[in-house]
């Protein structure tokens, strides 16, 4: 895998269609709300968590393994991942923040209650949701980065890495020793850590298009999966999801050789659709509703939600470029790196 770019092009396109398909999932369930749910066919967009963070295993691994041994570099890499995910977060829970003290009915509309200062520390608490609901996933990346970093005192990366996945599937078994939380959806995260280590091993595989094909469909048939295999989510799409990740990043030269731009910026801005399209799907669903817009046909309000998730890649995009950029290039002014480490964008 080529290291002259920060990063991995095929990761980044599945990063843009794992985002796209929580948008979609999303989409679904507010037209569901305010509509006649015409995305009531489409039930497998939850799946691009699943995705993400096999994508997330797969990434701290290729970090880890390109980076030093010792304390300073444990100090680093948390110094990326912070400045990486929370001043974005922080600042959009903001945002939430007053809408919910306006009108603390608009924010998680479809139940739960609201647990305010657990959100920027995103903490979780049962029964509980954050003022950017998905903000939950940020909490099980958090504690794979927790467990993960461990790894970087272990006298060798044969060491650290046999202990980052050994303790990210303990972690599976939390729930069924009478914990809330975390579920068994953790144990996706040594997915990626096991398809890294595969990939550096024996690198792209003939049968690699084969890997591709039975990951998607596993992940499109989750109907078919789930009543087979009934809360096993970390198998039903977990595994579909790693077969996906390893299948693709197969065609990693070949990808950089043949880029899609379009699909790539998409995947760069896949952090701010993924926490910025909540507030878009909302300012929707009140257009839709006070215009009446469910009463003048299926085709009328198709049109509106295909409008609405364009909007969103493109807003997105916005805010990709004009937040989260600035946001993290003042956050490394603040916390300046001490430490050689991968410049892997994650």
Not at 49 to 70: C, H, P, T, W, Y
Not at 110 to 123: E, N, R
Not at 167 to 182: E, I, M, R
């Amino acid at each position: 895998m080529s290291g002259k770019s920060e990063s991995i092009v095929s990761l980044q396109y599945l990063r843009a269609l794992a985002a796209a398909m929580v948008l979609f999932e999303h989409t679904g369930d507010k037209s569901e709300q305010v509509g006649n749910h015409i995305l009531g066919f489409y039930h497998h967009g939850y799946t691009g968590v699943d995705v993400f963070f096999v994508i997330s295993g797969f990434i701290m691994s290729f970090i880890f393994a390109k980076s030093l041994q010792g304390a300073a570099s444990l100090a680093d890499f948390w110094r990326r991942r912070f400045v990486r995910i929370m001043p974005l977060y922080w600042v959009l829970s903001l945002v939430a923040l007053g809408i919910f003290l306006a009108s603390p009915g608009s924010v998680n509309s479809s139940g739960g209650d609201t647990a305010v200062w657990k959100s920027f520390f995103l903490i979780p608490g049962e029964g509980e949701r954050f003022l950017i609901a998905n903000g939950w996933t940020l909490s099980y990346e958090m504690l794979f980065y927790a467990v993960f970093s461990l790894s970087f005192l272990a006298t060798t990366k044969a060491l650290g890495f046999a202990a980052a996945l050994l303790l990210v599937a303990v972690l599976g078994f939390a729930q069924s020793l009478g914990f809330f939380w975390p579920s068994p959806i953790v144990v996706e995260f040594s997915y990626g850590i096991a398809a890294y280590l595969l990939y550096w091993q024996f690198g792209p595989l003939l049968w690699s298009p084969v890997l591709m094909a039975l990951g998607a469909a596993g992940l499109i048939f989750q109907e078919a999966l789930v009543q087979t295999l009934p809360d096993a989510r970390f198998l039903t799409a977990g595994l579909p999801a790693a077969l996906l990740v390893y299948g693709a990043v197969s065609y990693e030269e070949r990808l950089r050789r043949l880029p899609l731009r379009w699909l790539e910026k998409l995947g760069d801005s896949s952090y701010s659709m993924y926490l910025f399209h909540p507030f878009v799907l909302k300012a929707a669903g009140i257009v839709f509703a006070y215009a009446g817009l469910s009463r003048h046909g299926t085709w009328l309000e198709a049109l509106f939600w295909l409008a609405t998730a364009v909007a969103v890649f493109g807003v997105s995009h916005l805010v990709y470029l004009y937040l989260e950029i600035p946001l993290i290039k003042l956050a490394r002014r603040w916390f300046p790196s001490k430490a050689r480490i991968a410049s892997q964008t994650a």
